[in-house]
């Protein structure tokens, strides 16, 4: 364990990564191990300066439609874990998936967001078809995929249909980490390997880690913040790790919202032009936890657009939220929240923004 920093000092490497927007490995280490709510509030600060400085007070919404809930892998934290015999498994049709996103557009989503876990029937056929109508119905719509690991074939192939973004999360930077957290099957390596492929093809790529994850450590953090300054995605979403009951990490500890929100603040100042969401699981683990993004740094929300009837059958973790402002029919709910704490709910794709200088 780090020594924890003097705040002064604290508080001078958060200045110097608002005008740097980098640092050396060990001193993000420092910088996570003395997190405290004095250096927190003073990195909020400074991040809502950032994000103001390219995005203004704008918030993008994102429409989440959960496309299917059959997964491959066994990863160790997740609900969805194949060896889960307790879940209840779905699949929507392409023409519920394209009804979601009919419901979406008139409600103001300007964005779709097709997540699912690691599934075989979700084809390049398949797939290639879902995009393709969609953005033949909603042409000034973006389409963001979060389909997990696929060959760099496949990802050609869903670019080519018109999908604009991908989400993976890289979930640690830290390879040992990585082993502690997934099934011998799964390499941090083939996920690296993912998103400099997304990358190479076009996409605007999203990572992102849990926090407080199992045996995650001041050290494994500042390599997830190291990484993020080096790859440079278009989007990190980041949230509280929250345990599932039926996965080996049933009985671990849920991660902090508290902490979740100063590496918002964090990952603001490496990167102002970041697309960075307040997370359903740390709206789940904090009921403020959509404000408490946004005074942090965030910047955008993924409200939930799949159907109702399946929407507790996602099951990531326990108790997750999706009613309400994770609701897409709460959308005016989440309009007014926001704009209670000075932000406002856009219109918009909302594409990654960068500096003329960058």
């Known amino acids: ?53 390219v995005y203004g007070d704008d918030v993008f ?60 029937a979700f084809t390049d056929e398949v797939v290639c078809d879902i995009v393709a109508s969609i953005k033949e119905a909603h042409p000034d719509c973006a389409v963001t995929l979060s389909l997990g690991e696929r060959s760099r074939e496949s990802y050609r192939a869903l670019f080519d249909a018109g999908a604009d973004r991908y989400l993976l999360r890289h979930e640690t930077a830290d390879r040992a980490h990585y082993a502690q957290l997934h099934p011998a099957g799964l390499s941090w390596e083939r996920r690296m390997a993912c998103l ?72 603001r100042l490496i990167d102002p032009g970041l697309l960075l969401p307040a997370t359903t699981a740390l709206g789940t683990l904090d009921a403020r936890g959509h404000e408490r993004g946004m005074l942090a740094g965030a910047n955008v929300v993924m409200p939930n657009l799949s159907p109702i009837t399946v929407r507790r059958k996602y099951e990531l973790y326990d108790n997750k939220a999706c009613a309400g402002s994770e609701a897409a029919e709460g959308l005016a709910e989440l309009s007014r929240r926001m704009e209670a704490i000075g932000y406002h709910v856009v219109v918009d794709r909302g594409d990654v923004r960068r500096r003329a200088t960058e």
């Open 1 to 53: 364990m780090p020594d924890t920093l003097p705040l002064s000092r604290g508080m001078e490497l958060i200045d110097r990564l608002s005008v740097d927007h980098e640092l050396e490995l060990g001193e993000y280490e420092g910088l996570v191990a003395s997190f405290c709510p004095e250096l927190a509030s003073y990195a909020a600060g400074r991040a809502c300066e950032a994000r103001r400085s």
């Open 61 to 120: 919404i994102r429409g989440l439609i959960e496309i299917g809930s059959y997964c491959r892998n066994d990863c160790l934290y997740c609900g969805l874990r194949r060896s889960n015999r307790g879940a209840e498994r779905y699949r929507l049709s392409r023409e519920e998936i394209l009804a979601c996103c009919e419901e979406g557009y008139r409600l103001g989503f300007r964005t779709f967001v097709l997540q699912g876990g690691e599934d075989a």
């Open 196 to 267: 400099r492929e997304l990358s190479d093809i076009g996409y605007q790529v999203g990572c992102g880690f849990m926090v407080g994850s199992p045996h995650q450590t001041s050290a494994t953090l500042a390599r997830d913040l190291k990484l993020v300054e080096g790859f440079r995605p278009a989007m990190c979403g980041i949230g509280p790790f929250i345990p599932h009951h039926a996965t080996p990490f049933a009985h671990e500890p849920a991660g902090s919202a508290e902490l979740t929100c100063y590496l918002l603040s964090l990952l």
